[in-house]
């Protein structure tokens, strides 16, 4: 399901498998698009520049050398660059990564050869003896950070912390606020999502009833980089 438009008290949703149009008047609307946040808004009639979103890409290899020499230890280093970067176990492969590039339009992120011949060279940091090449890699992929826009020098100092950006009133020709949920990350999702739902709560005058405190957070601290 898609965002089309909105306007006044509406928004248009378009079903991308049936090619099917619904029009939904919400008392609230929460964006959580991630780094389309800003196309998102600008689909509403809003212009924001919220996100100033990096690309982080991996690959996976198949070398047995290498996954023989890691065996079960994750290698959570500083690249030569001052990169936080890892090399760890994935089953019989080796993940490595990941980047961190400024991208402005998150649909044209890829994993590319420079990107792979930085973490080949990565390895050597670690591992000098152990040779790795292209042909070593069975699969590469990369997401975009939902990042907040920063005018920062060097994205490594671009903020990792969340926060809740809420458009209404005059600023908008809507007649419900758009909450545009900035950050965030899978080791903070749990603490990022509460905050969320307090504040729609308190907007809906809907008191909590369930939450998480109770449950374990089984998420590995090293999907924090």
Known sequence: MSL?????????????LTDEFYEVQPTLLINA??????????SLGLSTKFIGGTKGAHIVINHPE?????????????????????????????????????IDN???????????DYFID?????????QVTHNHIVFRYTGVRPLENSTAKSTSQYSRDHSIQ?????????????????????TTFRAFSEEVTDKALNFLNIPRTKDTK???NWWGAWLSY
Not at 33 to 42: E, P, V
Not at 106 to 116: G, I, L, M, R
Not at 173 to 182: A, K, R
């Open 4 to 16: 089309v438009k909105g306007d006044k008290d509406t928004i248009t949703l378009r079903d991308e």
């Open 33 to 42: 698009s991630g780094a389309w946040i800003d196309l998102s808004n600008y």
């Open 66 to 102: 290498l996954r023989d020499a890691i065996g079960e230890n994750e290698f959570f280093f500083e690249n030569k660059d001052g990169r936080i970067v890892l090399i760890c176990p994935l089953f019989d492969r080796v993940l490595i990564g990941t980047s961190d590039i400024k």
């Open 106 to 116: 998150p649909d044209e992120a890829t994993c590319t050869d420079e990107e792979v």
């Open 122 to 130: 990565l390895v050597k940091h670690v591992f000098p003896s152990i």
């Open 166 to 186: 809420v458009l209404s009133g005059d600023w908008t020709n809507l007649q419900f606020p758009v909450y545009s949920l900035i950050g965030g990350k899978w």
């Open 214 to 216: 109770s449950l374990a």
